[in-house]
């Protein structure tokens, strides 16, 4: 009866797509010099947000930061936003999030690119193999986040300089259990929020660069294809004469 009830559940939502777009990093701030007791050079805030104003408390039921082993209880657990960890120290390192959802039992796609970008790239005629190129889905629920404290190239320790390392990712909900479902929906869908990168810009300019980067492939794909043609025009050339001047000695 169980097992009924849970393909009931999924049947009721089966052929559904339900696309959650997150983002997630890190901002730190410099003290502007070592701190004494501990030398720590800055303080740190990672996190997992909405793309959008929208409560993601409806489906995501807890968020796991795993920081580095030197620090008091390495494994963060927050079970209500806002989904991030305050911390503060002098050096990088990786950061592992996991995710965990309303429902258990779900396992959804994490998409580590734009995926709306899709529809854009038919509009423009770009091809689907280099859309599929374009795309990489992944069946697991863990991100992993490369701490950044120091600005690219280095610079002198300033007070209160800012540094941030953030990305847009997207979960991808394929064929949701119908209590899921519901949970995403919950959810709403209102308007975007103000984040330090500007991804509506960047997708514009992504786009223009997939498709100035495909014109270039293609009219380099005609050339060659001309040097091809030009090269089997002439070998026959050549292959007629070779016989020709056999036929004569022949003669």
């Known amino acids: 009866w169980q097992y ?58 807890k968020v796991q930061f795993k920081l580095h082993d030197s620090y008091a209880d390495p494994v963060r657990v927050l079970t209500s936003p806002p989904f991030e960890v305050v911390e503060t120290g002098w050096g990088e390192f990786e950061i592992v999030i996991k995710i965990f959802f309303m429902d258990p039992t779900e396992k959804p796609d994490p998409a580590l690119v734009i995926l709306y970008l899709a529809e854009i790239y038919h509009r423009f005629g770009i091809s689907r193999e280099l859309l599929f190129l374009t795309i990489l889905v992944t069946q697991q629920v863990t991100l992993y986040h490369a701490l950044k404290l120091f600005a690219t190239p280095p610079v002198a320790l300033t007070p209160g300089k800012r540094v941030f390392s953030e990305h847009y990712d997207e979960i991808v909900f394929t064929d949701p259990t119908h209590h899921m479902y519901s949970c995403l929906m919950k959810a709403g869908v209102q308007q975007t929020l103000k984040h330090e990168t500007d991804y509506v810009a960047l997708e514009k ?3 223009t660069l997939i498709a100035n980067a495909t014109k270039k492939v293609e009219e380099e794909i005609a050339v060659k294809k001309k040097l091809i043609q030009g090269y089997k025009e002439a070998k026959d050339q050549y292959v007629n004469e070779i016989t020709k001047f056999d036929t004569e000695i022949n003669s």
């Open 4 to 61: 009924q009830a849970i393909a009931a559940d999924w049947t009721e939502s089966k052929g559904t797509t339900v696309v959650k777009p997150i983002i997630y990093g890190n901002i730190a701030q410099s003290f502007g010099k070592k701190r004494e007791e501990d030398n720590h050079t800055h303080d740190w805030t990672v996190f997992v947000r909405s793309y959008k104003d929208e409560d993601v408390s409806q489906w995501i039921k």
């Open 205 to 207: 300019e992504t786009i």
